[in-house]
């Protein structure tokens, strides 16, 4: 009895996107986790880092593809990695903070339709960077540009992307990376 119903009207609703909130699990160091996943999926890590801390994760699929992104306490991704290695085999990101929070590690399926696989993710103990670390961070980068520029399938980006890959291969022969050098 004198009750107030609020009327929306739809069209006011275009574009909103319901808040979801993803499961979101730690990430403790050194502490391998594996799991399966569906195509099209994404499983969430949280990571809490200090400012100037580097950050490494492996992750090896083992039957699908995914890709790694690192976004900050805002959601923004700041850094991406996929190697062009398929359903097999490791993807690595290794990044160093500029300031702290808690940052969210995104593993996500590359196809839509992809049939369940596994993988299985594990982080090294954060620390205050090495030269080391920070060359690994510079090789790892050089071939993610150069993979974006392969995708431009132009003679200039192909001859760019290979001036990339070569340093990043130098690059990765300093840290003993051998797979990475390949």
Known sequence: EGGVTEQIDPAA??????????????????QAIERTL????????????????????DVDQRGIDVQLALAGSNGKVITERD??????????????????GNYRLDVKALEAKAEPGRYEIKSTSIRTP??????????ETLFQEGLQLTQARTVDSFKEACDKYETAAALWQETGDTYAEA
């Open 38 to 57: 569906e195509g099209g999926g994404t499983h969430s890590y949280e990571v809490k880092l200090k400012a100037g801390e580097y950050f490494h994760v």
């Open 130 to 139: 090495t030269a080391k670390d920070r060359t690994r961070i510079e090789a």
């Open 13 to 30: 609703l275009a574009g909103v996107v319901p808040a979801v909130t993803p499961d979101v699990r730690p990430l403790p160091p050194n």
């Open 83 to 100: 190697r062009p290695n398929g359903m097999q085999g490791p993807e690595a990101l290794s990044f160093i903070t500029t300031k702290a």
